[in-house]
Structure formats: structure tokens, C-alpha cells
């Protein structure tokens, strides 16, 4: 083998690549998650949001409307999806799909999955998981493969669905989704 990856703590973790996959030589990445809870109000300070905006995603919360966090790597994908589900009002369930358990949560009326090999085989067995909990919100770490089918079909009947996907714009993400949900 020649991946290896550890989780140090719930915060920490280590990718280490080695040769020949890594052509130059063995690679290490150190992953820090925050330590504590990044807010809405964190947000508006860092400019990432307006507060008009802020304002905008909690009456979508409040009403539960589905979302689609999109951007390139290291854009804060992830830093804002965190902070989508804590902010969802404390009396709906959420359950969680996640390929790396990689989210910082802090609610009540939680329930995450991960998976323990990263196949896509495993992620659609815990989408029928997911949906035996009765979800309010069902969230998606990772829209990459073809979980995203069964995710789709979930939503579409069940609950509200937030979810993550790379790219470059919001039309670029959805047309990856997209073609993810006929894989």
C-alpha cells in the first residue's frame, strides 16, 4: 500500500503518500479542523458573508430549504456547511453521510454516518441506512460518486437535503452532480 491515512484526534488528520505513487518522494498532509464552532458572525468578520446574506441562508434554514454548498478546493466548502448545520433549528434530526468523518457538529438530534473503506458501495448501503432514521435533513459530505443517485431520490421523497460539491461555479457543480446521479 502506498495511502495511508490517520486520524489523529477528531481534529487532526494525516495523509501520507509514498513512492511510486509519489514520484518525488513521500508527501505528507497535516489537516487541522477548527477547534471550535465557526458562526455565522465569524463569517460576516472574515468577509466570506454579507450580513444580508446571513440573513438570507437562516430564513432558508428556518424553512427548510435544501442547499448546495459549492467552490474549488480550500474555499470554505466545508467551514460553511458546518456552520449550515448548526444553525438548523435544535428540533429537526440531521443525519450525516460522510466519506471521511470530517465535520464539526455540535447539535442535539444528530446522527452521523461515515464510512469505514471510502467505497461508493458502502456510502449507497448508508443512504439506506439514512433513510430507515427518518430524517428531517439529510446531509452529504461529498457529492462524488454514485451515491449521489440514491442521495437525489432520497431528498426528492423523504427530506431536505444539504450537500457538498466541487467546482468551479454553481453551474459547473450542478452539471457534475448531475452526471454523478446516472453513474
Not at 11 to 17: D, G, L, M
Not at 79 to 105: A, G, Q, S, W, Y
Not at 134 to 140: I, K, P, S
Amino acid at each position: 500500500q502506498y495511502s495511508y491515512f490517520f486520524k489523529l484526534d477528531d481534529y487532526t488528520r494525516v495523509n501520507i503518500v509514498l513512492p511510486p505513487v509519489a514520484a518525488k518522494g513521500p508527501s505528507v498532509v497535516i489537516g487541522k479542523l477548527p477547534l471550535k464552532e465557526v458562526t455565522f458572525d465569524d463569517l460576516v468578520k472574515w468577509n466570506a458573508l454579507t450580513v444580508e446574506g446571513v440573513e438570507v441562508i437562516k430564513k432558508m434554514l428556518n424553512s427548510q430549504k435544501g442547499f448546495l454548498v459549492t467552490g474549488n478546493m480550500g474555499s470554505g466548502k466545508t467551514t460553511l456547511l458546518n456552520t449550515l448545520i448548526n444553525n438548523l433549528p435544535e428540533m429537526h434530526r440531521v443525519v450525516t453521510l460522510e466519506r471521511m468523518p470530517d465535520l464539526v457538529i455540535k447539535r442535539p438530534l444528530l446522527c452521523r454516518l461515515h464510512s469505514q473503506t471510502q467505497k461508493a458501495n458502502e456510502m449507497i448501503e448508508l443512504i439506506e441506512v439514512a433513510e430507515r432514521l427518518r430524517a428531517d435533513f439529510l446531509v452529504l459530505s461529498e457529492c462524488v460518486g454514485p451515491e449521489v443517485g440514491p442521495f437525489v431520490n432520497m431528498i426528492r421523497n423523504n427530506c431536505t437535503g444539504i450537500a457538498l460539491a466541487s467546482g468551479e461555479s454553481l453551474v459547473d457543480a450542478v452539471k457534475r452532480v448531475t452526471t454523478m446521479t446516472v453513474l
